[in-house]
């Protein structure tokens, strides 16, 4: 398993490489980095050529991507065109609030999802499992925006109406969130909204997994043979059924979890939260490739690394297929 | 004759299906009496495996029926049971070991773990030592070599034959008075197979267990049945003890069948296959359901319009058939029919 790991890791080295230089040749061609600048009123001649000059722009695009990628690995991604910030601290925060945006959202889908898929698989056919069925069907065919917006308006009107605060619809935190426990509540009132938006679909997709998953094992012969050794019921689901239907959907978990990182966009720019994917935006808003690059380069290693995760629980899992 | 261990009576199942209502096994009867190995034969979809799974609830339900039918075990009806009851006589006295042992064993638990997980199911007092002692001692019974490592391995670090031993030590446990081996040889290799009987043979030894042994593998019953069941369609054609039914059949599905095995007594020109196909389960023919490929029937009307009953006929009690025409078959034989096939 040690191996297997050591060389996924190589592996996922070379594969960020090839990641990068495709990311960087992109980015580059898609656009002259300077034009905003170029176009606004106050900034000199000078101030262009000392940019020029620091970003390297005028050597030809293998020797630049060398640059980038010596900045990227020695300076952590290095600074922005404009005003020259750091990008790593900025990427850091809004990380950090995608996080707690996406592991709420991932922890409600699953414990959902696998609930509503395991009791849809035990009572197949009945009303609970074609109202399940119906609903995930809505949650994957309802667009993500028009949902955020909805609900946006129905909260915002029960404030309006009533004078009552459920879930703000806007931003991380209040103007004063407090600490302590005020803070915890005033960031989970902010972030309801976003988690309930984010995990709907998902909780449509899993539980679909999981119910199918579980009618696979449940009519599997090691079931029966399970019931034959005259097992209570409980015991049967639980420790025969159950964690061979868990094993598709770790993987499924693991690879999406990897993908909502970059795949928060709508959710956050609904909501006006200051996590990745607001970020992503206003990046590509600004008009600076540096950024960008330095995104889509922490995106994909998310990616990378969540791919890894999958395989590895999976190996846990399942001992059929555990490396050597 | 002693009591039987089980009787079943008139047990009828069914399934709904797309297609319609599949009538799995119909008025099934037949006993198990102690210490004997009950063989039963029969084509893909006779019905077999269908019969012995409702006695132990091990259908689904739906689609499975069951319509109507007992089977009494020790006095008690195991169709009418409570789930509690019938857990307890699940793995404890009556034991099942299935056809495939590559599927039939949970591919993410230890061999060892399961065998184990049988023996605490039914023993109060046994502890996790304990229970892992005596799966050991049942591993190293069915021949299995080094049983304490062999405990801690997963079933896909077992061959084919070493998981259908694995299946049988489970299914021991716990001294079952009755085993029931659905096809327990037809998953392996020839090789294996022998192996497997053998394991077999010890584990009823060792149990004193009667034995429901369903199987397509007529040399295998030949060697290890005492009685024979044939059935055909859903239902019971023929009864006897083994050497009637391999020498003397009196249903022409059994006949057709022993036509259809090569033999060493008999100068053969050809082995003789059954003419045409299993009948459908959804719509069988009426009357007789092998009227359509018996070679016996010859465009006799009641074959076509009356279900015959499965009956004794004048050559004692213990030689049951549903032919109408069972006696004749005394005078037409074996070798007689296969030889006077109809132009
Ligand atoms: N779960 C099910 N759903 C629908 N029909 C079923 C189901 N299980 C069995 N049947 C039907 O019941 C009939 C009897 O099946 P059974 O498994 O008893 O046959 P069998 O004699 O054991 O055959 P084989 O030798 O292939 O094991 C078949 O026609 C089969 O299609
Ligand atoms: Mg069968």
Redesign the interface.
């Known amino acids: 398993m040690l191996t297997y790991i050591i060389r996924r890791l190589l592996y996922s080295v070379v594969v960020l490489l090839v990641a990068s230089f495709l990311i960087f040749t992109f980015v580059t061609v898609s656009g002259d980095p300077l034009s905003f600048l170029k176009m606004s009123p106050g900034v000199s001649q000078e101030t262009i050529a000392n940019i020029t000059e620091r970003k390297h722009l005028d050597d030809p695009i293998i020797v630049r991507y060398g640059y980038w990628l010596r900045d990227a690995v020695t300076d952590q991604f290095g600074t922005t065109i404009i005003g020259e910030r750091k990008i790593m601290p900025d990427i850091q925060r809004v990380m950090g609030h995608t996080l707690q945006l996406i592991i709420a959202a991932e922890l409600l889908a699953i414990t959902l999802a696998i609930s509503i898929g395991v009791y849809s698989a035990l009572r197949q056919y009945s009303v609970f499992d074609y109202l399940a069925t119906t609903f995930s069907f809505l949650g994957l065919a309802t667009p993500v925006f028009w949902l955020a917006l909805m609900l946006q308006v129905l909260f915002v009107n029960v404030y309006l109406w009533w004078d009552i605060r459920i879930f703000y619809t806007a931003n991380l935190s209040g103007v004063d969130p407090g600490g302590g426990i005020d803070f915890v509540l005033d960031r989970a009132q902010h972030l309801a909204l976003p988690v309930i938006v984010l995990s709907i679909a998902n909780i449509a997709t899993y539980s679909r997994y999981m119910r199918g998953a579980m009618l696979e094992v449940i009519n599997s012969d090691y079931v029966r043979t399970a019931r034959a050794k005259g097992l209570k019921e409980r015991r049967v689901i639980m420790r025969h059924a159950f964690r061979n239907a868990l094993i598709p959907l770790t993987t499924v978990v693991a690879l999406n979890f990897g993908a909502l990182i970059g795949g928060v966009v709508v959710t956050e720019t609904v909501f006006a939260l200051d996590g990745m994917g607001f970020y992503f935006i206003n990046a590509l808003n600004s008009g600076d490739p540096y950024p960008v690059m330095a995104w889509l380069m922490i995106v994909s290693t998310g990616v990378i690394v969540f791919n890894l995760l999958a395989d590895i629980t999976y190996g846990i899992l399942d001992p059929r297929v555990r490396h050597d | 004759m002693p009591e039987p261990v089980l009787s079943i009576r008139d047990l009828t199942v069914e399934f709904s299906t797309e297609d319609g209502v599949v009538s799995a096994v119909t008025d099934v009867n037949y006993d198990v009496f102690p210490g004997e190995i009950l063989g039963v034969i029969g084509e893909s979809g006779a019905g077999k495996s269908v019969s012995v799974m409702t006695m132990?609830d091990?259908i689904?339900k739906p689609p499975g029926k069951v319509l109507s039918g007992e089977a009494i075990f020790k006095g008690r009806d195991l169709l009418t049971m409570s789930?509690r009851d019938l857990?307890?006589?699940?793995?404890?006295d009556i034991?099942?070991i299935?056809q495939?042992p590559m599927?039939?064993?949970?591919?993410?638990?230890t061999v060892g773990s399961?065998i184990a997980?049988?023996v605490l199911?039914?023993n109060r007092d046994a502890d996790d030592d304990s229970a892992r002692d005596r799966a050991i001692e049942l591993l190293r019974l069915v021949g299995v070599p080094n049983p304490e490592q062999r405990f801690d391995q997963?079933p896909?670090e077992f061959s084919g034959g070493m998981r259908q031993r694995g299946?049988i030590a489970?299914a021991i446990a716990n001294e079952p008075s009755m085993l029931i081996a659905d096809e327990p040889t037809t998953a392996l290799d020839v090789t294996i197979q022998a192996q497997i009987v053998e394991v077999l043979r010890t584990a009823q030894r060792e149990t004193h267990a009667a034995t429901i042994l369903i199987t397509h593998d007529l040399g295998l019953i030949a060697e290890l049945a005492d009685r024979v069941c044939v059935m055909y369609a859903g239902r019971v054609v023929e009864l006897s003890d083994v050497y009637t039914i391999f020498n003397s059949p009196r249903h022409p599905y059994t006949v057709g069948l022993m036509n259809s095995l090569p033999r060493v007594d008999v100068d053969q020109e050809m082995l003789q296959p059954i003419p045409g196909q299993p009948p459908s389960m959804i719509a069988p023919p009426p009357g007789c359901a092998f009227h359509p490929r018996c070679l016996h029937s010859r465009g006799r009307v009641v074959c076509r319009t009356d279900v015959p009953p499965l009956r004794t006929f004048g050559e004692g009690a213990d030689h049951l058939s549903a032919c109408h025409f069972a006696e004749e078959l005394a005078e037409a034989h074996v070798v007689g029919i296969g030889a006077e096939q109809p132009a």
Request: charged share 20%; no cysteine; net charge neutral.
């Open positions: 132990l091990l689904p789930k857990r307890d006589v699940r793995g404890g034991a099942m299935f495939d599927t039939s064993l949970n591919p993410v638990l399961q997980e049988a199911a039914h997963y896909h299946m489970m």
